[in-house]
């Protein structure tokens, strides 16, 4: 069975600088993806960003990058130039290629401070 | 698009009432999945459909039904509503098994 863990509940950035939030996996499978949503206080659940396991590239989107480690199973998550908009609890999560269910970690609750 | 769409956004049952929760997608997607939120528990998948006419179960699936008569539409029904079932609920999609999946805005239900 698939596992992810989050070993940091919470943590805090002040605005415009850089946090990185940790995740760890565990998985016998070769093809997956992985993925960090955004649930900010609405509740809605937001796709940040995603990485394919068989890509060596880390993943970018504009602010939000990736540090993809796949011997090590880490896939941590890099905020530069923190916004107060990114307060909000940060999920990892993991599928199989051929899987029907995304497995999350507890989430990391992040708060920018002004 | 409107995404992912959920109603209602909150509903109160006494125990042993019956709803059900209504999702729909307008995005063409073959998958549909319905996930709870726990405090300290994550999101854990109740049920899924890879298809219309196809459901199968997750990993919390007792206690509610679901049903896939057409490809936009994946209604969860709460059969007999116990207090274990507050929650926060969301239901979400994809164009296809195995990758990213869009959520809804959530339903908040609370069973008294």
């Known amino acids: 069975a698939q596992t992810v863990t989050q070993s940091q509940p919470e943590m805090s950035v002040q605005e415009a600088e850089t946090v990185t939030l940790s995740c760890t996996y565990d998985t016998s499978e070769n093809n997956y993806y992985l993925f960090w949503y955004k649930q900010p206080p609405s509740r809605q659940m937001i796709l940040v960003i995603r990485q394919e396991a068989y890509k060596q590239q880390n993943a970018t989107e504009n602010r939000f990058s990736v540090n993809f480690q796949k011997a090590a199973k880490s896939f941590s998550l890099k905020i530069s130039d923190s916004q107060l908009g990114d307060t909000a609890m940060y999920f990892c999560?993991?599928?199989?290629?051929?899987?029907?269910?995304?497995?999350f970690g507890e989430g990391t609750q992040l708060t920018v401070n002004p | 698009n409107a995404g992912v769409t959920q109603t209602p956004k909150f509903q109160v049952l006494k125990t042993g009432q019956s709803m059900t929760l209504q999702c729909a997608q307008d995005m063409n997607h073959e998958y549909m999945s319905w996930y709870r939120q726990d405090p300290g528990m994550g999101l854990r998948l109740i049920h899924y459909?890879?298809?219309?006419?196809?459901?199968d179960q997750g990993e919390v699936p007792n206690g509610y039904n679901v049903s896939r008569s057409t490809t936009e539409d994946f209604p969860l029904r709460l059969l007999s509503a116990a207090p274990s079932q507050t929650s926060v609920y969301f239901c979400?999609?994809?164009?296809?098994?195995?990758?990213?999946?869009?959520f809804g805005p959530g339903t908040r239900l609370t069973v008294t």
């Open positions: 999560a993991f599928i199989e290629t051929s899987g029907s269910r995304l497995t």
């Open positions: 459909s890879v298809g219309a006419g196809i459901t």
């Open positions: 979400a999609s994809s164009y296809f098994v195995g990758r990213e999946q869009y």
